[in-house]
Structures are given as structure tokens and as C-alpha cells.
């Protein structure tokens, strides 16, 4: 069974430009959420997707980072404009509905905006 | 205060020894704990959740709650140079799917 899947990798832009970000979720997970890890710091919560509705976007940063989950499948998170202070490793995990004891969790993306 | 604190490390153990790596938090309302293990460039991996008061042991892990202390702690015993990675602390604030608040990690080297 594949994992959760994150792409790209890696990403490197310059500040101003627009960064879009993909994550596949484990099939049949309804539960999606996007971390990020900035550097030197701990792992924070950006949002949490339930099939295609966002069920908590407490920790989105601002307005210039957009999230979506068309069909309930996999997710994007758009970053538009990037700042510096964007940069970091952009996590997405997935988990069966009523099961946060089982969230897995994807290699992540390293964003880096220069 | 943040609300997940972990000493950053490293911490280096002989391989064979008991490596101990401990959290607190600081919401009382915390419910549910969960110790994740992350190599180098790779995602972090559930090891063990708890959520009650005490000890729960799987193989050589063992996860212990003081709910009183807001204190958790991982032990990991015959410690192996495949356990060197960073070991990251997380709580939720209810049972089932919520957001998972994380401590900065520790970093754990075994020597062989």
C-alpha cells in the first residue's frame, strides 16, 4: 500500500513568486493535515482537511497561504506571494476518521525562497 | 512558555543502555500523548501513543504519563545505533482526530 505522498521534494524560488505544493493522501483517508517545520523550530499545525471540507485552519499563517482538497482526494497548498519566513519543510499526513493513533505522515516538501 | 518542551540534545547512549528522553507540557487539558521518531530527511513515524496515567510498554519501548507532573517520558531499552534519530513529543487536546501540538524534538545518537 502506498504511503502519503508529497511533491516536490524540494522547491526553490525567489521571493514574490508562487509555490504550489501536492500531497496524496493513504486511499480511503478522510482525514488530511498540512504541518510545516520552519527551521530550528518545532512542527506546527497549518490545517485539517475531513474528505473536502476544512475542518480547522487555525494555523494557516496569513492569507497569502491557500489550501485545497477538490473531491476529497489530494490536497494542494498554494503560497502566493513567498516570503522568506516561508521557507521550511511543509509536511502532510492522513489518517482513517477516528484514528489519530494512526496519522501518517509524508517525507515532506523542503521549501526554501531565496 | 511553549506548550510542548523537550530538551534538544543531542543525547548520546551506549549502545545496550536505557536511553531516556522525557517532554512537558503545560495544558492541563492535554489528553492524548504520542512519542514519533524521525530520521534525517524522513517523515516522522508514530512509535507510541498513551492516554492514561502510567506506563505502556511495546517491545523495548515504553511510554510513561504523570498527569499530575505534565510529564511524559520514552525509554528505550537495549538501545540499538538504528534508534540514533530525533524523537519528537506530541499532544492533542481530545481523544480522536485533532491537531497535534509538537516539542522541538530531541536528538538521540546510540554509540556504538
Known amino acids: 500500500e502506498a504511503g502519503v505522498t508529497q511533491f516536490p521534494s524540494h522547491s526553490v524560488i525567489e521571493k514574490g513568486q508562487t509555490v504550489t505544493l501536492r500531497c496524496d493522501p493513504i486511499s480511503g483517508h478522510d482525514n488530511l493535515y498540512w504541518y510545516r517545520r520552519v527551521m530550528g523550530k518545532e512542527i506546527k499545525f497549518l490545517l485539517h482537511?475531513?474528505?473536502?471540507?476544512?475542518?480547522?485552519e487555525s494555523g494557516m499563517p496569513n492569507n497569502r497561504f491557500l489550501a485545497e482538497r477538490t473531491g476529497g482526494t489530494y490536497s494542494t497548498l498554494k503560497v502566493q506571494p513567498a516570503e522568506l519566513e516561508d521557507s521550511g519543510v511543509y509536511f502532510c499526513?492522513?489518517?482513517?476518521?477516528?484514528?489519530?493513533?494512526?496519522?501518517?505522515f509524508g517525507s515532506g516538501t523542503q521549501l526554501s525562497v531565496l | 512558555q511553549k506548550e510542548v518542551e523537550q530538551n534538544s540534545g543531542p543525547l548520546s547512549v551506549p549502545e545496550g543502555a536505557i536511553a531516556s528522553l522525557n517532554c512537558t507540557y503545560s495544558d492541563r487539558g492535554s489528553q492524548s500523548f504520542f512519542w514519533y521518531r524521525q530520521y534525517s530527511g524522513k517523515s516522522p513515524e508514530l512509535i507510541m501513543f498513551i492516554y492514561s496515567n502510567g506506563d505502556k510498554e511495546d517491545g523495548r519501548f515504553t511510554a510513561q504519563l504523570n498527569k499530575a507532573s505534565q510529564y511524559v517520558s520514552l525509554l528505550i531499552r537495549d538501545s540499538q545505533p538504528s534508534d540514533s534519530a530525533t524523537y519528537l513529543c506530541?499532544?492533542?487536546?481530545?481523544?480522536?482526530?485533532?491537531?497535534?501540538?509538537f516539542g522541538t524534538g530531541t536528538r538521540l545518537t546510540i554509540i556504538p
Open positions: 506530541a499532544v492533542t487536546h481530545r481523544f480522536g482526530n485533532e491537531k497535534l501540538t
Open positions: 482537511f475531513v474528505k473536502e471540507s476544512k475542518q480547522d
Open positions: 499526513a492522513s489518517s482513517l476518521q477516528g484514528s489519530n493513533e494512526k496519522l501518517f
